[in-house]
């Protein structure tokens, strides 16, 4: 945009403001006064006077020069506010198109599973009930982000780091073996506060990698001496809690009856290998 009014010509203007007040011998406009006009001659008011008049122009045509820029101003930026809002509703546009399309596509391709599942089963499965398997699996996925710590001590009641947990859960990882996650994981704790119980330290990462790392590496912490007495579970459902408590029931009972054998749980079944190797 090319800018009738600049700085340099306001520069000037005020070195003729200047000019003009040299002969009264006043350094600024307010302080000429009726003595100071009475000490100059005839001849030489005249002639200032003409230079006041000039500079009144000039101010005038500064002033306008501005108000003009001024005006172009705020047509540029009521045209690129009205750009903008185009832009944002074509966006809108765009997404709700898309959304619609992933919908058809879902619900196409749960009319089809529908169908098929349907076909080979007595029960007829309604889309509603295919939803729900697919809301399921998804919340699996992200259980897989998840780890459970317990035995992480709570803060005081005095402690007012409201990021006490997350400093110590970040502790933890590191004496683990886990490499830096630079804070790029959520935690919160499980259940209403009790003072005869530690609440369990909810951990999510954003990748299940991260995950599954640290669970492999929690073996570390029992030669700890500050973190041994912690443990570090995956995110599991109710059901997952149950099956898993009766894996490790079992568990029990073969280590009891095989001492010569290492019995641990591995993919929701129990495993087992010479001691020796």
Avoid at 152 to 165: L, M, W
Avoid at 232 to 251: A, C, F, N
Wanted: net charge positive; proline share 3%.
């Amino acid at each position: 945009m090319d800018l009738k009014f600049s700085l340099k010509q306001l520069y000037e203007f005020e070195d003729d403001v200047k000019g003009f007040l040299q002969p009264f011998n006043v350094k600024d406009v307010n302080d000429i006064s009726k003595n100071a006009l009475k000490s100059v001659h005839k001849d030489p008011l005249v002639e200032h006077t003409l230079k006041l008049v000039k500079l009144l122009k000039s101010s005038h045509e500064l002033l306008k020069n501005a108000a003009a820029d001024l005006d172009s101003l705020k047509c540029e930026q009521l045209q690129n506010q009205s750009r903008l809002i185009h832009v944002q509703e074509d966006l809108n546009v765009k997404k709700s198109v898309q959304l619609e399309s992933v919908e058809k596509t879902v619900d196409d391709k749960l009319s089809t599973w529908s169908s098929v599942v349907a076909k080979n089963c007595e029960k007829k499965v309604t889309q509603k009930e295919m939803k729900k398997v697919v809301k399921l699996a998804m919340n699996e996925q992200d259980r897989e982000r998840n780890v459970i710590m317990f035995n992480v001590p709570e803060r005081d009641v005095q402690n007012k780091n409201e990021h006490h947990d997350g400093q110590l859960a970040f502790k933890i990882m590191q004496k683990a073996g886990l490499a830096e996650q630079d804070g790029q994981f959520n935690c919160k704790r499980l259940g209403a506060p009790e003072s005869s119980r530690i609440r369990p330290l909810w951990i999510q990462f954003s990748s299940r990698s991260t995950a599954f790392e640290l669970l492999v590496k929690s073996k570390n912490l029992k030669d700890s001496d500050q973190y041994n007495n912690i443990f570090i579970v995956p995110d599991r459902t109710l059901q997952e809690r149950v099956e898993h408590k009766k894996l490790v029931e079992q568990l029990k009972v073969k280590r009891a009856e095989n001492p010569d054998k290492r019995f641990y749980i591995w993919n929701k079944s129990i495993r087992s290998s010479n001691m020796n190797v």
